[in-house]
DNA sequence: ATGACGCTAGTGTAGCGA
């Protein structure tokens, strides 16, 4: 019986889908990943390009928002089910941050936390409030019986090993003690940080800005993750970061993030 | 401290988010 081909979840804030769509496409064919997570599609609902998606071989659900936001779940060779379109907690929110699906066995969030800066401010406030719903809301899949992986670009800097160099993101909105503390709650339920778990002490990041050639200088940041679920976490094998597609002209900041799971059975 | 991007309204460019 030949061993079956892991499974290859990601999460990549694209920053724009519109905008770089080719870039999606070339990363498709290149590296086939069964599920995608996106984030930052900045476009409205009518405007996602599902045609050329579906073309390529991928299911896709999103929630999309005019000018911000907007998250999409894609499957290869499969249509995700839809399970759930925004947070639960507060019905006043509108900003389309999370949207949830079965594919392949698995049951997929992707989200997009809130920046937060400036800090402090309302835009702070309002990061740390969706923080402590998400984390409520977690509470329910991190015991599930069946496989979860949480993905998404969650802006926030875990520790100073994943940065890198503090100095000058000190009153950052990724940095500070508060984003920090509830990222450890959320891990804390018995989540697995699957790039820090296989990279151990080994530097890994998932973002650079624009600015001042970061990216030339691999001055980074990790604040894409992909969270397993203790039913979960035994099967991962392998996690990665994309870098060639951070180096496409006119790329999204982040690169697509990824781990390779083992087939159920 | 600085500053790059995409998107919007709306045709030239500034504001917003990040």
Redesign the pocket.
Known sequence: MPARKPLKVATFNI?????RLASLLAWLEREAPDIVCLQEL???DEAFPVEPIRDAGYGAIWHGQ????GVAILARGADPLESRRGLPGDPKDTQSRYLEAAAHGLIVGCLYL?????QPGP?FDYKLAWFDRFIEYAQGLVESEHPVVLAGDYNVVPTDEDIYNPR?WR?DALLQPESRARYADLLAQGWTDSLRQQFGEERVYTFW????QHWERNSGLRIDHLLLNRALAPRLKEAGVDRWVRGLP?PS?HAPTWVSLARER
Do not use: I
């Not at 920053?15 to 905008?19: D, L, P, Q």
């Not at 809130?114 to 400036?118: L, S």
């Open positions: 920053n724009g889908v519109r905008t900045k476009a409205p005019r000018s911000w936001n809130p920046n937060g800066n400036p835009k000058s009153k800005d624009y600015f001042r006119h900041d």
